[in-house]
């Protein structure tokens, strides 16, 4: 039997297939410390898993709109609009199961078949996977270390033209950890409007940022409003990834548009998922912060240990919790190291799970004990010696 073109191009996400390799190895008795997968190790608050266990007792368990329940929209249309200081609209808010359908059908919605799509690389592999699923075209741009991984504005300038219909942005990144600054946001929404693109902007990671760094956001720029789709979501600052919680907002005729496209395909996000991302969103946000100043100690742990490490070497990420270390002094590429450290029993995973320009990185998850770092860096530092 035959496949459609469309999904040709699909692979499996490269954290998934290294889980499966060091679950193999976990089965025949070898100890793994597992920092490939990006998901936080800390339980969903119990107040927020409360109120969505009360919300099942109470039935509300129902189909409801597609684009999300009203009183969720309101909060979130006023909580991510005080987070960047802008106006936002309920009618603007688009809630998914989870935050990928709002990568995913806002692309479907904005990109004809043959238009360009500029996205990061490395970055997350979703973003080339929907690019030529809608038909489009990816245009990847590097991102520099020497920039502190922001966009090489230069092979920017070069790539986007009158056929670039979609810019995707992620700040701070998976898999870098790195923020874009002020100004290369203001360089970027520059050219969008002259080119009359769409920007999406993945700022899942909005709320986990070190050093008190504050993350600008794009649609809060002079112009922006009308051309930006802003994604976040539950999964990683209130630990939800398996409640299945996001959001997109985006100028109300396109959330009418994707409204449509939930209508027709996943329904709407289970009620009581929603119930509990508004105890979320409107509760205390105490936990938040300890899960950020925890992943804060974890992140200075790493970073210095890496950097005493022969051949490696790397910056501080100033959000996620992510490393991406360079490997290049080791003479070794990045699928060599990640397969080499794997058999010293840590899993990470090679930066060229994120895009070609990912060659010469690995990516490391610091969702993990301290004590685990700890070890995991142990097991590092030998492996890296019997290189
Ligand atoms: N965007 C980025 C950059 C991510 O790292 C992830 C999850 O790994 C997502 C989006 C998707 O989030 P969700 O699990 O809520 O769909």
């Not at 808010?93 to 935050?99: D, E, M, Q, R, Y």
């Not at 920017?156 to 701070?172: G, H, V």
């Not at 005493?308 to 060599?336: D, M, R």
């Amino acid at each position: 039997m035959l496949f459609a073109q469309r999904i040709e191009h699909l692979k499996p996400e490269g954290a998934y297939v290294v889980l499966a390799r060091s679950q193999e190895l976990e089965a025949q008795g070898r100890n793994i410390i597992h920092l490939e997968i990006g998901e936080p190790d800390f339980p969903t608050p119990a107040h927020v898993s409360l109120a969505g266990i009360k919300a099942i007792a109470a039935g509300q368990t129902r189909y409801n709109p597609p684009a999300g329940l009203v009183s969720l929209r309101e909060v979130i249309a006023e909580v991510a609009g005080k987070q960047r200081d802008i106006q936002i609209n309920p009618r603007q808010v688009v809630v998914s199961p989870g935050a990928k359908p709002n990568l995913f059908f806002p692309t479907l919605a904005v990109v004809n078949p043959g238009d360009e799509v500029i996205y990061p690389d490395p970055g997350f592999p979703t973003y080339e996977a929907m690019i030529g699923i809608a038909g489009g075209v990816p245009v990847a741009v590097p991102l520099l270390e020497s920039k502190a991984f922001s966009f090489d504005l230069e092979a920017f300038d070069r790539l986007i033209n009158d056929r670039t219909r979609l810019i995707i942005l992620n700040s701070p990144s998976n898999p870098t950890g790195g923020v874009i600054p002020l100004a290369d946001l203001q360089h970027i929404a520059n050219a969008a409007q002259r080119y009359n693109s769409w920007v999406l902007s993945d700022e899942i990671y909005v709320k986990i940022t070190f050093d008190n760094r504050a993350v600008p956001s794009i649609a809060s720029l002079p112009g922006m409003a009308d051309r930006t789709i802003i994604m976040d979501g539950f999964s990683k600052t209130y630990a939800m990834t398996g409640w299945r919680l996001g959001f997109g907002i985006m100028p109300e005729s396109l959330a009418a548009k994707v409204d449509l496209l939930m209508t027709h395909s996943v329904g709407c996000t289970a009620q009581f998922t929603q119930i509990a991302g508004i105890e979320a969103l409107t509760g205390p946000q105490d936990y938040v912060r300890m899960m950020v100043q925890e992943y804060e100690r974890r992140r200075n742990l790493l970073v210095s240990g890496l950097n005493n490490l022969p051949g490696i070497h790397c910056l501080k990420p100033e959000g996620a919790f992510y490393v991406f270390p360079n490997i290049q002094g080791t003479g070794k590429t990045s699928l060599e190291i990640a397969n080499h450290l794997l058999e010293y029993g840590v899993a990470v995973l090679p930066g060229t799970a994120f895009g070609k320009y990912g060659e010469g990185y690995l990516r490391l998850v610091f969702a993990n004990s301290y004590e685990n770092l700890e070890r995991a860096l142990e097991r590092i530092d030998q492996a890296l010696r019997n290189l």
